[in-house]
């Protein structure tokens, strides 16, 4: 067998592993995924093969090497303003109610990956503001969580090179919320950044730590989960939202059983879940 080969052993004891660790399920056919995310950790950590990867991190000790490889299978490529439509909502239906607030709106990005959804929420609560002067006296607070130590890193440093600008981000955008930084990337202007905090959070866990909110943003995140973990983490957002407050979801994902807790508000395109 190829050093980069796994065993069937190997692949259920990282399946349960993974899930236990984080939710995340894995088919029972996606080795291939294990393989291409974790094959560069070998040499990183000098083991020879994947199956000696594996049973290293299934032992708590080795808790440098869970990290990393917890961090390879989470990290997931994103864009700037995702579908557009959620960001349309949070200007032209969500904002509007909060528009004579006097303290911060509490927005959460529950899934932050690189950045740019937390970014594209306050520069979307930017463009409201501009496009309604004395709107929303207190302002905004977006704050960003994720698994991935490596991911908050990126998006603390919040400098793109430009296949990153690409994806998503209009020249218009750009313009106005990025600057030029060192080695020929763009950072993030700092209008944009002091709207949003990052911390780090395996949302398997306690959310209590991180206050209340009027909006979350969930997105194309529960598609990794299992049902029940799906209605656990559901359960637990539905439990930091202030009264009427909203969650957004992915296009391809649910309530998963929760329709007692929120209310389905139709929008053209996309959906709006309130807290009942």
């Known amino acids: 067998m190829s050093s980069r080969q796994l065993d069937d052993k190997s692949y259920q004891d990282f399946r349960a592993f993974l899930e236990q660790q984080c ?44 990290a990393a490889v917890i961090d390879a299978m989470t990290t997931n490529e994103t864009l700037w303003f995702r579908d557009d439509y959620p960001f349309k909502l949070l200007k032209e239906r969500l904002l509007p109610e909060f528009k004579n607030h006097r303290g911060p709106v509490k927005i959460w990005s529950a899934a932050s990956s ?8 306050a520069m979307s609560v930017l463009e ?12 905004a607070q977006v704050i960003g969580t994720d698994i991935s ?3 908050l890193e990126h998006c603390k440093y919040a400098h793109y090179d430009g296949l990153a600008l690409s994806r998503g981000l209009s020249a218009e955008r750009k313009q106005q919320f990025f600057q030029p930084g060192e080695n020929g990337m763009y950072r993030v ?24 909110f009027d909006i ?9 989960f299992s049902p029940e973990i799906k209605a656990q983490i559901l ?23 929760l329709n007692q807790s929120y209310q389905m ?6 959906i709006i879940y309130k807290k009942q």
């Open 149 to 151: 130590t490596t991911m």
């Open 114 to 121: 690189s950045g740019q959804e937390p970014y594209s929420i």
């Open 128 to 139: 409201y503001q501009k496009a309604n002067p004395g709107a929303l006296p207190g302002g």
């Open 23 to 66: 939710g995340i399920v894995l088919g029972e056919n996606k080795q291939y995924l294990v393989k291409s995310r974790l094959a560069p950790l070998m040499e990183k950590f000098a083991l020879a093969s994947l199956a000696e990867l594996v049973q290293k991190t299934l032992s708590p000790s080795q808790r440098q090497l869970r």
């Open 265 to 270: 508000v139709r929008c053209n395109p996309g």
């Open 189 to 212: 202007k700092d209008e944009v950044k002091r709207m949003v905090s990052f911390r780090q959070l395996n949302l398997l866990n306690s959310y209590s730590l991180l206050g209340r």
């Open 216 to 224: 979350v943003f969930c997105r194309n995140v529960l598609i990794y």
């Open 235 to 257: 359960s637990q957002i539905h439990g930091v939202l202030n009264p009427g407050g909203h969650l957004l979801l992915g296009a391809s994902e649910s309530l998963s059983g």
